[in-house]
């Protein structure tokens, strides 16, 4: 029942911003870890941004002071705002979040299918 959608993606000259979003629904007791992944061509799967329910962020040193990670409690949703973008941001982006069911015990990653992001030169 659980399901994350990402939106914002788009195409974007050098130097422009974007604005990321992905919000959870279904019948979620709580999230905790949510985060921002990304898959480029010829590269592998990448850890961009992450945001705990306290608030608490960390990012990828190829986007520190460029990409900030925000998130909406009430909403289930998290952000991530990409300022001085550069071709090499260019990927598919993926939200994660780390959430329980009411109906779970544990703790389980969700993904999102992803939304793409092209930055051209």
């Known amino acids: 029942q659980v399901q994350l959608v990402e939106s914002g993606g788009g195409l974007v000259q050098a130097g422009g911003s974007l604005r990321l979003s992905c919000a959870a629904s279904g019948r979620i007791l709580s999230i905790n870890m949510m985060g921002w992944y990304r898959q480029a061509p010829g590269k592998q799967h990448e850890l961009v941004a992450t945001?705990?329910?306290?608030?608490?962020?960390n990012y990828a040193d190829s986007v520190k002071g460029r990409f900030t990670i925000s998130r909406d409690n009430a909403k289930n949703t998290v952000y991530l705002q990409m300022n001085s973008l550069k071709p090499e941001d260019t990927a598919v982006y993926y939200c994660n979040a780390d959430l329980r069911r009411y109906i779970s015990t544990w703790y389980l990653a969700y993904w999102g299918q992803g939304t793409q992001v092209t930055v051209s030169s």
């Open positions: 945001i705990t329910s306290g608030g608490s962020t």
